[in-house]
């Protein structure tokens, strides 16, 4: 699945940013100042973002920890990277930017005080093994912060599932020419683990003392929130 994922996010990368802001009407913005709120980070931490793209967690972050922090973005697809150091320094920003697969992280255990993962996890061959490398990295009593897609319930998710399986693709197809990604992005979010059964994946992990999950906006995305061993 990484070579099939890491083609498409390559293939929908110059697109992406301009594509995310229209069909999520800017509400992303505030599912990030959440995660980051609810991670603990604060002036001077040291954080480590996976599946960074192109950047936009990592740079709420870097906000967050001021200039005696220091936040070092990650991802395994190049394309998605490409643009993101010129976008943290536009915004005044200094962001360190790598490419890395966050089942394989290049870095020594306990090297940060909070990791992240926003829209990434679902992607990845082994989301158990990510949380564990996530965690490894982190210090004992540090955050690993999950941001990712629910399945909302009632009549605000009938409205959800309804526009993520045909307004997203036709949109996003519009606007990337590559229909099929946004026809796997609501696909892979309708069948991931989300809520207490990803807190259950949490607890297989066995890297976490504490863990929580935090609905968004009626449960269409969710912060889960690890305390590190």
Not at 68 to 82: A, K, Q, W, Y
Request: proline share 5%; net charge positive; with cysteine.
């Amino acid at each position: 699945m990484s070579t099939e994922v890491r083609q498409m996010f390559s293939s929908i990368a110059p697109r992406y940013d301009v594509t995310n802001e229209v069909l999520s009407f800017g509400v992303h913005r505030l599912w990030r100042r959440t995660a980051v709120r609810l991670s603990g980070a604060k002036e001077g931490s040291t954080v480590l973002d996976c599946a960074t793209g192109t950047g936009d967690l990592a740079m709420v972050f870097k906000r967050k920890v001021g200039g005696s922090g220091r936040v070092v973005g990650t991802d395994f697809c190049p394309e998605m990277l490409e643009s993101a150091p010129a976008k943290a320094a536009k915004a005044g920003l200094q962001v360190e930017f790598q490419v890395a697969d966050a089942l394989a992280l290049p870095f020594s255990d306990n090297s940060f005080d909070v990791a992240s993962i926003a829209f990434g996890i679902r992607n990845v061959d082994d989301p158990v093994k990510c949380l564990k490398e996530m965690a490894r990295v982190v210090r004992p009593g540090g955050r690993v912060v999950v941001l990712e897609f629910g399945q909302p319930n009632g009549v605000f998710g009938g409205l959800f599932r309804f526009y993520s399986k045909s307004i997203m693709p036709a949109v996003g197809g519009l606007l990337t020419g590559n229909r099929a990604a946004y026809e796997y992005l609501p696909r892979t979010s309708a069948a991931f683990p989300s809520g207490d059964k990803f807190v259950e994946l949490m607890e297989q992990s066995g890297a976490y003392s504490e863990r929580a999950a935090h609905p968004l906006t009626f449960g269409t995305a969710y912060v889960y929130v690890g305390t590190v061993r």
